[in-house]
């Protein structure tokens, strides 16, 4: 696995790893992973001899490890002695980082509805436009606001297929021959994080199927990854908008995104956006 990059100078890190590894191992009793407790112990927690022999490594190698020393360490090992001192993801997370590695992947949550606290924030967020997507870029909760601004439809089921297909959403999308090839590239990175999954490789054969331009710029095999981005439109009620678009991963729902769109300094959006949304006969696009 390729060494993660990390603001941590080497011997940083090795001082980290090290004083990590003892304060976890302090807080874990010898009856916390099924040993007998031994008596009274001069200083809690486990001893290394017992991690090593419970993660099944050598004890001289254990301690070279918590002393810091520049050993090399798999991914196998890192896993065994995460269980052993009972480390929680953020923290098996940063024992890899600490080691020189990169964390393993999370495993995605499936598509589900947002939680509570998402939703609550998705619905604070209006008047400006917000929506929810999975890890296959499926909508699970979009605002009124996002439907009426960049034309979505309650038919609407995923970002890059409405991307490419949804006429209206192209039409009000100014940019939207120079934002193509950026969505589709991000679409493929994102599926390389799930190469057993092959739900990208159907939504991509369906829509190249219908879309030349889609079929045309995932044959490039291009990939990039946004985490922010620039959206304007020509809408033609309110004029032309433009929101700067910040992507949000929800720790609670792996593979999950808030995507929160904000109207640009300077620009008169926010104008234009509240003058739009307050007017009674807003239409929300439906079905069709």
């Known amino acids: ?3 993660a990059h990390s603001s941590l100078s080497r011997d940083d890190r090795r001082t980290e790893l090290r004083e990590f590894l003892r304060s976890r191992r302090a807080r874990v009793s010898p009856a916390d992973v099924g040993m007998p407790d031994g008596g009274r112990r001069r200083t809690p927690g486990l001893r290394r001899e017992e991690v090593a022999v419970l993660a099944g490594v050598g004890v001289s190698w254990y301690t070279w490890l918590e002393q810091g020393r520049d050993i090399k360490v798999s991914d196998q090992v890192l896993d065994a002695i995460a269980r052993v001192l009972l480390l929680d993801s953020a ?5 890899y980082r600490l080691a020189g590695l990169n964390p393993p992947q999370a495993s995605s949550a499936p598509s589900a509805a947002p939680s509570p606290e998402a939703q609550r924030l998705l619905d604070a967020w209006s008047p400006r436009p917000g929506y929810i997507r999975d890890r296959h870029w499926n909508f699970t909760a979009v ?10 439809r309650e038919s609407d089921h995923n970002c890059l297929v409405s991307f490419f297909t949804n006429v209206r959403h192209r039409v009000l999308h100014r940019h939207w021959a120079d ?29 190249a199927a219908v879309s030349p331009e889609f079929a045309e710029l995932w044959a490039r095999h291009d990939v990039a990854e946004h985490t922010s981005a620039v959206k304007a439109v020509d809408h ?3 004029g032309t908008m433009i929101f700067d678009a910040t992507l949000l991963p929800l720790p609670e729902q792996p593979g999950h995104h808030l995507i929160l769109h904000n109207p640009r300094p300077g620009t008169g959006t926010r104008q234009r956006l509240e003058t739009l949304m307050d007017q009674p006969n807003v239409v929300v696009p439906h079905p069709g």
């Open 143 to 152: 605002n009124d606001a996002a439907r009426v601004v960049f034309g979505y």
């Open 1 to 3: 696995m390729a060494s």
């Open 179 to 207: 934002t193509a090839p950026d969505v589709a590239a991000a679409f493929r990175a994102d599926a390389a994080r799930y190469p057993d999954d092959p739900e990208f490789g159907r939504i991509a054969a369906d829509l």
């Open 91 to 95: 923290e098996h997370a940063h024992l």
């Open 236 to 238: 033609p009620e309110a």
